[in-house]
């Protein structure tokens, strides 16, 4: 990767601190115990940054995101870090019964439930339901779900978009709901940035992520998440079952985003 590539990150990190620093600082301001908490200081940050940020990305991904959600998600279906519940808009309500927004940063969940409700899902109604724990915290997810009336055997759709660059110990967390959250013969759904396969570009990819992560919510640049998702033993082995396709025309050597979309069946036990 050429440096003017690499440096080509740096006006993304510096728009990142002008859209959302000073809206943080006065919330602060109005909340000084906020400095008891860092993680929720992150977690105001990101709120404004994504105000922002979530409709340009979802805009620009809307294609995509119709191609991979609309006609495959059915059933309970569980969003992997909802965010501002953008997902919502993409789920078809003749097909779907259920919207699970998993989504730590309790501060997004307001937009959420507007989203959801234009999208015709609705926690009075009970076809809504939002989750702030991580996911990495499979029992806790299990039990929410089994509290809601879900049956043991879990959600029938799990969609990833742009999350699993930020769960902690992403493998671990990842191969745990897939083992536990989602149904035999369900379907998971994502569509992620992951490691670029360039050496060179995966290395400074390692290196602007300490920094990328602290502005963005904890994301990373350099998961292999594709790796991860197709290594996964759990899959059905008939043809459809595992199928990829990355969304980038431009070379990758140039690219920090190296976009990767799939959609995988849970095999039948």
Not at 145 to 160: H, K, P, Y
Request: contains cysteine; negative net charge.
């Amino acid at each position: 990767m050429k440096l003017i590539n690499a440096l080509s990150i740096l006006p993304e990190m510096r728009g990142a601190v002008a859209i959302a620093f000073m809206p943080t600082l006065r919330d602060i301001f109005n909340n000084p115990t906020l400095l008891l908490h860092p993680v929720q200081i992150q977690q105001v940050f990101m709120k404004h940054l994504w105000a922002l940020y979530g409709d340009g990305m979802d805009e620009g991904n809307k294609v995509t995101k119709q191609r991979l959600i609309s006609i495959n998600a059915k059933g309970v279906v569980l969003d992997i870090g909802a965010g501002y519940g953008h997902t919502a808009s993409y789920l078809d309500p003749t097909l779907v019964t259920k919207y699970i927004a998993l989504e730590p940063n309790t501060f997004m969940h307001p937009e959420i439930r507007t989203r959801a409700a234009s999208a015709g899902f609705t926690e009075s109604d009970g076809t809504l339901q939002i989750l702030s724990f991580g996911a990495q915290e499979t029992d806790l997810i299990c039990a929410a779900l089994r509290n809601e009336g879900c049956t043991s055997a879990g959600v029938d759709t799990i969609i990833s978009i742009h999350s699993l660059c930020s769960i902690p110990s992403p493998q671990k967390s990842l191969y745990g709901l897939l083992e536990h959250v989602l149904k035999n013969g369900g379907k998971f759904l994502y569509f992620e940035h992951v490691r670029n396969t360039r050496e060179d570009a995966a290395w400074w990819q390692g290196f602007w992520s300490p920094c990328w992560s602290l502005l963005f919510g904890g994301c990373r640049l350099d998961r292999a998440t594709d790796v991860w998702v197709d290594e996964w033993d759990g899959w059905g082995s008939e043809e459809g079952m595992k199928v990829a396709w990355r969304t980038d025309e431009e070379d990758e050597s140039t690219n920090f985003f190296c976009h990767r979309v799939g959609q995988y069946v849970k095999t039948q036990k």
